[in-house]
């Protein structure tokens, strides 16, 4: 089994910043990819961004409204991702949920797994 575990959500005003963590941890042979998803009220889940490997390559993705604000980095060794997240604006309020993509032990089968999301908030 495994399990994802988000931190660094809470109430920022705007033009603050706010570092999120998702750790991975269980049966883990490999992770393909890790990232950052959001949903706000009253809308779809979006992608906030991504690193990806493949071989020795990682590709970096970002949704365009947090370009140039957001950063996404990953710690490989510690199967970690974090999302630094600079400017705040209110529009960036959403529960933030971490998606990691495993291949799992002993079935050696890639999954998608969520973490239960972290609430961030902008306002003054």
């Known amino acids: 089994q495994v399990q994802l575990v988000e931190s660094g959500g809470g109430l920022v005003q705007p033009g603050g910043s706010l570092r999120l963590s998702c750790a991975a941890a269980g049966s883990i042979f490999s992770i393909n990819a890790m990232g950052w998803y959001r949903q706000a009220p009253g809308k779809e889940r979006e992608l906030v961004g991504s690193?990806?490997?493949?071989?020795?390559?990682?590709?970096?993705n970002y949704a365009d409204s947090v370009k140039g604000r957001f950063t996404l980095s990953r710690d490989y060794a510690k199967d970690m991702v974090y999302l630094q997240m600079n400017s705040l604006k209110p529009e960036d309020t959403a529960v933030y949920y971490c998606n990691v993509r495993i291949k799992v032990r002993p079935t050696m089968t890639d999954i998608n797994y969520w973490g239960q999301g972290t609430q961030v908030t902008v306002s003054s």
């Open positions: 690193v990806t490997s493949s071989g020795t390559t990682n590709y970096v």
